[in-house]
């Protein structure tokens, strides 16, 4: 699927993407234990959380120019030095500024690891074998953020070492990152610039950012829709399962099955997508989560079948954001491909805050049969958005 000159780097990405998912995935719960702990309220945790994703999205919109200047390589290697610099004082911080800052600066070392991973993957894999390569890297992110809040419930053993611990674990990263090959600094791009990469005819490479929103809305609303179907199943589906009468340990279990279906489909379609399409499969997964979706109330009722439902509904989901990152790498290129990347962290960051809450107010004044109305109106409308965008591009290749 790769040449054998490109496992060192897609090595090093991968590594970077385990590293995000199980920091945001055990990092977050340990401080919203801690704070508990300490007495603190959680509206205060609610604004370390901002804190956090302020961080994120500045650092977003930063990335792309620091890695055409500094290298990707080295930019990442950064995050992971500022990711452990801002984790482990919170062992001893007090101050409730002093927590804000420290999370401001966590967000801002987490975001580039993801707006720059995912544009690697994208410049390693070739069309022929996007959708499976890409697949592989979506699919270490899922396994790892699953693994954090069982790393959390470790590391809690030790309260007065764990960030201590935690921080310490992204320094396990910086060997694997440092197995990528160095790059060129822009200077000395700028003065011996190399041969045109081959494979990207027809590519957008210096699209502004929004040129590229333009031109490919269903990317962001594919990411969009994801990011809120994540937070909002892991945040409400065990309450609307226990409503119907199901136990607390059967409505938990539920969450993981969805998790464990995103994670074990992703390959599989990323192969129909590299075989039959990615447009094409995509649009049936969006398809799926819409006829799907309105299932969930009865097939709660079902042992055996429920889990099933479950299983797939949250392949088919998890592909629809897959398949966003394929369509990123198979649209855009260079600069363009970096400002894709970080328009989908934007997308992610704002839809996981938004969409939660959103939902939250809906159930809370219509019920809680309304968490897959808002899912389903999203799903809809990713749906609508890639047949337009795809109707548009037949429409071009005709004339």
Known sequence: MLPRSAWRDFTAVIFSVALLGLGLGSTMPLTALTLTARGFSPEVIGWTVAAGALGGVLATVAAPALALRLGRRNVMLGCLLLATL????????????????????????????????????NTLAGDHARG???????????????????????????????????????????PGIMLARPEQPASQQAAHPAPPAPGTPGKQSATSWLGIIRSAPAILLGTAFFASFD???????????????????????????????DAALQFAIGWLADHFGRRRVQLLCGVLVCLLLPLLPWLMQLPGLWEVYLFVLGGCAGAIYTLSMVASGELFSGAALLRISGLISLSWNLSSSLGPAATGLVMQHAGGS???????????????????QRAATQAVALH
């Open 132 to 174: 499976r390569i890409v697949a592989i890297y979506s699919t270490c992110f899922t396994a790892c953020q699953v693994l954090g809040p069982l790393l959390t419930d470790l590391l809690a053993r030790w309260p007065e070492q764990s960030f201590l611990l935690c921080g310490g674990l992204f320094l396990l990263g910086v």
């Open 86 to 121: 801002s984790v482990m004082p919170l062992q001893y911080l007090q101050s409730i500024p002093g927590w804000m800052l420290a999370r401001f600066l966590f967000g801002a070392a987490m975001a580039p690891l993801f707006v720059l991973g995912e544009s690697w993957i």
């Open 370 to 388: 309304w968490m897959v109305a808002v899912l389903w109106g999203m799903a809809l409308l990713f749906v609508v958005s890639g047949w337009r």
């Open 231 to 261: 937070t909002v199943m892991l945040s409400f589906l065990p309450l609307v399962a226990m409503d119907a009468g199901m136990s607390q340990s059967r409505a938990l279990a539920s969450a993981s099955i969805l998790l464990a279906g």
